[in-house]
């Protein structure tokens, strides 16, 4: 519990810090986000095997996209992506460190729950930004966002939320709670120097396996649900929801295809998961010493 509590900052802080430090990571991991996307939305509700796949893998599908795009196609939707990192996770660092202030941290398995319950209120308050980084390149974001709101009503914001939640809320209590228990395990090895930014990297390293283990399934799902053909009431014509959009992939194209371009998810999950936590724990790091230097 004592570093824990030695690390904390106020909520309104870790706020501007971990919407900060996930939009820097955001800019060098968006072209593998474009990649991921394609690979997953590719051979929708179709058996394997009957459809053609002009995207393979890693490398050939980079190429292919900047092929079909130009370089430029790799960083589709970044506005996007950038507007939906620092809401999501602008909300879900404050609600953690509201719930560190609390004391929920420090208590057995807390760590999980606060990380699930900051990683729901803030996917369901980024969701209208979601809708961007496959769709929304073509215009500007908010002008995007106006045309689905208008089309389509409030509710086409927040379409495919039902997916978005508990992606979210799994991926941010796996790499909270991982994160979290990797440092400590690393600063109690001494194998660095406790106050250096490679114990961060190595949590966040460590952080991101279990990260993209458990999120890919919800990702594959996620997309699926933005991404899918709505009717003039914004409802979805291939999925009614999270269950049916599970029970359908694993029914039509089966159980592996939960893990869809399971390589370039892990290659954008991992490095946003180890430059997140890494930028954002040294930021804290900054934001303490600022503060401790006021103090003195």
């Not at 970044?78 to 941290?105: E, I």
């Not at 496959?134 to 709101?149: F, K, R």
């Amino acid at each position: 519990a004592g570093p824990e509590a030695e690390e904390t900052v106020p909520p309104a802080v870790d706020l501007v810090l971990g919407a900060s430090a996930c939009c820097l990571a955001c800019v060098f991991t968006n072209p593998l986000e474009v990649v991921k996307t394609r690979l997953q939305l590719q051979g929708e509700l179709q058996a394997r095997g009957t459809y053609p796949r002009p995207y393979r893998g890693l490398m050939s599908s980079v190429a292919a996209v900047a092929r079909a795009d130009g370089l430029r196609g790799l960083q589709k939707g970044l506005a996007a992506g950038l507007l939906y990192q620092g809401l999501m996770n602008g909300v879900r660092f404050y609600c953690y460190s509201l719930a560190g202030q609390a004391g929920l941290t420090q208590q057995p398995g807390g760590i999980v729950v606060a990380g699930a319950v900051a990683g729901a209120l803030g996917a369901f308050v980024g969701s209208p930004a979601y809708l961007g980084p496959p769709t929304l390149s073509p215009q500007s974001v908010l002008g995007a966002l106006e045309t689905i709101w208008r089309q389509q009503g409030l509710p086409g914001l927040w379409r495919g939320v039902g997916g978005a939640v508990p992606r979210v809320m799994v991926g941010s209590a796996a790499q909270l709670a991982t994160f979290a228990s990797a440092k400590a395990w690393v600063q109690e090895q001494q194998w660095l120097p406790e106050d250096s930014w490679l114990v961060a990297l190595a949590g966040g390293m460590i952080s991101s396996i279990a990260v993209a283990a458990v999120m890919t399934p919800f990702d594959v799902v996620s997309t699926r649900l933005y991404n899918q053909p709505v009717d003039g009431a914004g409802r979805g014509q291939l999925y009614g929801g999270l269950a049916d959009c599970l029970a359908k992939i694993c029914q039509q194209e089966g159980p592996l295809a939960l893990y869809k371009g399971l390589g370039p998810a892990y290659l954008r999950l991992g490095p946003h998961t180890i430059l997140s936590m890494l930028f954002w724990d040294e930021l804290r790091k900054l934001a303490r010493r600022g503060a401790q230097h006021q103090g003195t």
